[in-house]
């Protein structure tokens, strides 16, 4: 795993996704990476997850991964939240 810090959990959530198209470990991190150094919010907190199962992400998209679609585990959306720790 990349050692920048990306939370296991949010990477798992995307791996099944990340290997039915081909995608490497190392550069599902380094997507993840990339989107949490470019923006705030959501996008590079801890709790945020991948937003469902592996078809549900690649569904509709071009069979392109979408790294920015994300849920939170806790329930919050981005403009109530008082729990927004960011991993990088």
Request: hydrophobic share 35%; charged share 30%; aromatic share 6%.
């Amino acid at each position: 795993m990349n050692e920048e810090k990306v939370p296991r959990a949010l990477v798992e959530g995307y791996m099944e996704a990340a290997k039915l198209l081909g995608i490497s470990l190392e550069d599902l991190e380094e997507g993840l990476l990339d989107l949490a150094g470019r923006f705030r919010g959501c996008i590079r907190c801890i709790h945020s997850r991948a937003p469902g199962n592996p078809s549900w992400i690649l569904k509709g998209r071009g069979r392109r991964l979408d790294l920015v679609s994300r849920k939170c585990v806790l329930g919050l959306n981005q403009t109530d939240c008082g729990t927004y720790k960011p991993f990088l």
